[in-house]
């Protein structure tokens, strides 16, 4: 019983310090530190109005009103842009199920801005890997520009002024495309310009 112990009692020490260790511990530096240095990233990134918080800008919106941008389409369930629910479509290309909702989604654009001939940017008809994905690229913000701005009854050179101030250049200079926030230019919209009624 002795040797049992004795070959016991150094793995629950471990199994303690290791547990006090990566458990607690190191789980209370990384806290602090993330507070500290990015504490609105710690936070969810969340945006906050009169006191209001009104979403994060890491997860996308739906939006569907003409007056404002729209975003990628959203699978997730049982609502689009559900965080707890992330998921992308297992649905492959082959598939006419895909077929069906791009056709779906193809039409909705058509009909909220029959006028525009543009081609339709692929990111404005198929969802994102995550479901949840807040940006769009150029091209899709540069699609809805003359339908957002005529809904408001502005200018287009104030809404593509807006697209411009809420574009982020690629990661490190490298890393990705361009691209928009989508709830995050449509607050600017709303603080700049009027729905018109």
């Known amino acids: 019983m002795k040797t049992f112990w004795r ?3 150094p793995a629950l020490v471990f199994l303690a310090a290791f547990t006090l ?13 993330a507070q500290t240095i990015f ?6 990134s969340l945006v906050e109005q ?31 842009y559900n965080a707890a629910a992330s998921t992308g479509s297992t649905i492959a290309t082959s598939n006419p199920a895909l077929t069906e909702r791009v056709t779906a989604r193809i039409a ?3 009909t909220a801005d029959s006028t525009n001939t543009q081609p339709i940017p ?3 008809v198929t969802a994102s890997g995550s479901g949840l994905d807040p940006h769009i690229s150029l091209a899709a913000a540069e699609y809805q520009v003359e339908r957002v701005a005529r809904v408001r009854g502005v200018e287009t050179a104030v809404v593509r002024q807006l697209v411009d101030e809420y574009t982020k250049g690629r990661t490190f200079g490298v890393l990705g495309e361009p691209r928009v926030n989508v709830f995050r230019l449509n607050l600017a919209l709303d603080a700049v310009t009027a729905v018109n009624s």
């Not at 990566?22 to 602090?32: I, K, N």
């Not at 009169?50 to 919106?61: H, K, M, R, T």
């Open 7 to 9: 070959h016991l009692r």
């Open 21 to 33: 260790l990566t458990g607690v511990l190191y789980p209370l530096l990384v806290t602090a530190v």
């Open 39 to 44: 504490p609105h990233q710690a936070n969810g």
């Open 50 to 80: 009169d006191g209001v918080i009104l979403g994060s800008e890491l997860i996308g919106q739906p939006f569907d009103d003409p007056a404002y941008f729209w975003g990628r389409p959203s699978l997730t369930s049982p609502y689009p």
């Open 108 to 110: 909705t654009l058509e």
């Open 122 to 124: 692929v990111d404005l």
